[in-house]
């Protein structure tokens, strides 16, 4: 079975311009799960989706982060503009939802942004 | 506002050396506790999970306990290897409202186990 996907793996961008990360969960998984990790700083949760539900945004930074999950599936989160402060390593994780209990959960391996 | 702290920050140790990793949590209503691996330039691999009714778990020569009421849990490694060596994140999910299954992460210990 395949695992938490992420694409891309690195991505080194301007100040200002607009990049797009993508997250493909485990086949099945309802739940998924965007994550931030900035330089020196620990793993912040950053917005959760049931199926194509936005069920917690509350860690989104601000506006210029939209993200989304068209047909419960894949994910996508968009930058746009960005910002020095957007580096670091984004992740997607996500788990099965077995009536309302919330799993393990599973973590891809990243995507490396890099604003100039 | 759950804040989960992670002691020691790094630990260099002989091969062979059995190994506690400290994490401590602030808000002791949590769903679940998770320890990750995470390898270097690599994504995080989920070694542990204990709901917050249990008091441990184990596989192969990890142990985690769980002390949900003074906010605590332990990663025990037995007989350390090479391989071992990599950083070590706790994290807990909150059993509060909307908020319910995010993750909130320590900083991690990092682990070096020496031939």
């Known amino acids: 079975e395949a695992g938490v996907t992420q694409f891309p793996s690195h991505s080194v961008i301007e100040k200002g311009q607009t990049v797009t990360l993508r997250c493909d969960p485990i086949?099945?998984?309802?739940?998924l799960y965007w994550y931030r990790r900035v330089m020196g700083k620990e793993i912040k949760f950053l917005l959760h989706f049931v199926k194509e539900s936005k069920q917690d945004e509350s860690g989104m930074p601000n506006n210029r982060f939209l993200a989304e999950r068209t047909g419960g599936t894949y994910s996508t989160l968009k930058v746009q503009p960005a910002e020095l402060e957007d580096s670091g390593v984004y992740f997607c994780?996500?788990?099965?939802?077995?009536?309302?209990?919330?799993?393990?959960?599973?973590f891809g391996p990243g995507t490396r942004l890099t604003v100039l | 506002k759950q804040e989960v702290t992670q002691i020691p920050a790094a630990l260099s140790v002989p091969e062979g050396e059995n190994l506690v990793l400290n994490c401590s949590f602030t808000d002791s209503a949590i769903y679940n506790l998770q320890w990750f691996r995470q390898d270097p330039g690599k994504g995080l691999t989920s070694l542990l999970l204990?709901?917050?009714?249990?008091r441990e778990q184990t596989s192969g020569r990890l142990n985690a306990s769980l002390d949900k009421s003074s906010g605590r849990s332990t990663l025990y490694i037995a007989a350390s290897q090479p391989g071992d060596s990599a950083t070590y994140l706790c994290a807990v999910s909150t059993d509060r409202g909307s908020t319910l299954g995010r993750l909130y992460f320590g900083r991690g210990t990092q682990l070096t186990v020496w031939p």
């Open positions: 994780a996500s788990s099965q939802d077995s009536g309302g209990f919330y799993n393990e959960q599973f």
């Open positions: 204990i709901q917050s009714s249990q």
């Open positions: 086949s099945g998984h309802d739940n």
